[in-house]
T-cell receptor, first 115, second 115 residues
Framework: GAGVSQSPRYKVTKRGQDVALRCDPI?????LYWYRQALGQGPEFLTY????????KSGLPNDRFSAERPEGSISTLTIQRTEQRDSAMYRC?????????????FGPGTRLTVL | AQSVTQLDSHVSVSEGTPVLLRCNYS??????LFWYVQHPNKGLQLLLK??????LVKGINGFEAEFKKSETSFHLTKPSAHMSDAAEYFC?????????????FGKGTKLSVKP
């Protein structure tokens, strides 16, 4: 596609349910980053991949959060047993190279609301 | 460690008047600095970036920013505000620490433009 896409754009779920958020990067982009943006704050780093390898997951808040990118393209961020504090905008970004020095192109985000 | 501080959470200007959005940075390395803009219901868009070339950086839509090492500042300016500039603006530094290339965002400055 022309840009980074994310789905769903909006997700409302009940506390305790699992959710899966999808990111489809720009075709051919090597690196993929996940960020979380709480209301009134800037995005905060969660994790990133080069190709299919998860390089750093130090930003994941706890073990309920996991991410994968099995074929080096689409990535899924999964939150298990959601809690109200997980409510936020989840954004992903991709870059063309793995050097970490290229522009990150952001998707529109998924707004997650946990009731 | 790297960080950025946006000095104003909200700035209001009249259409046709200058815009100044202030940002200070902290970095152990020669920093890579960015300004991103976020319009409602849209993804983050890169306005401009500084990567140790010219200290005065020109971006899209008439914005520019000046890197001042002595003041550790990277303020965003525009000579004449337009109604379409109303958005949230994020000052960003690239993390060259543990996670290669991830971005560290400020808390954002919401720009309002009055007719």
């Amino acid at each position: 596609g022309a840009g980074v896409s994310q789905s769903p754009r909006y997700k409302v779920t009940k506390r305790g349910q699992d959710v899966a958020l999808r990111c489809d990067p720009i075709s051919g982009h090597v690196s993929l980053y996940w960020y979380r943006q709480a209301l009134g704050q800037g995005p905060e780093f969660l994790t990133y991949f080069n190709y299919e390898a998860q390089q750093d997951k130090s930003g994941l808040p706890n073990d309920r959060f996991s991410a994968e990118r099995p074929e080096g393209s689409i990535s899924t961020l999964t939150i298990q047993r959601t809690e109200q504090r997980d409510s936020a905008m989840y954004r992903c970004a991709s870059t063309s190279q793995a050097s970490g020095r290229d522009e990150q192109f952001f998707g529109p985000g998924t707004r997650l609301t946990v009731l | 460690a790297q960080s950025v501080t946006q000095l104003d959470s909200h700035v209001s200007v009249s259409e046709g008047t200058p815009v100044l959005l202030r940002c200070n940075y902290s970095s152990s390395y020669s920093p890579s600095l960015f300004w991103y803009v976020q319009h409602p219901n849209k993804g983050l868009q890169l306005l401009l970036k500084y990567t140790s070339a010219a200290t005065l950086v020109k971006g899209i839509n008439g914005f520019e920013a000046e890197f001042k090492k002595s003041e550790t500042s990277f303020h965003l300016t525009k000579p004449s505000a337009h109604m379409s500039d109303a958005a949230e603006y994020f000052c960003v530094v690239r993390n060259y620490g543990g996670s290669q290339g991830n971005l560290i965002f400020g808390k954002g400055t919401k720009l309002s433009v009055k007719p």
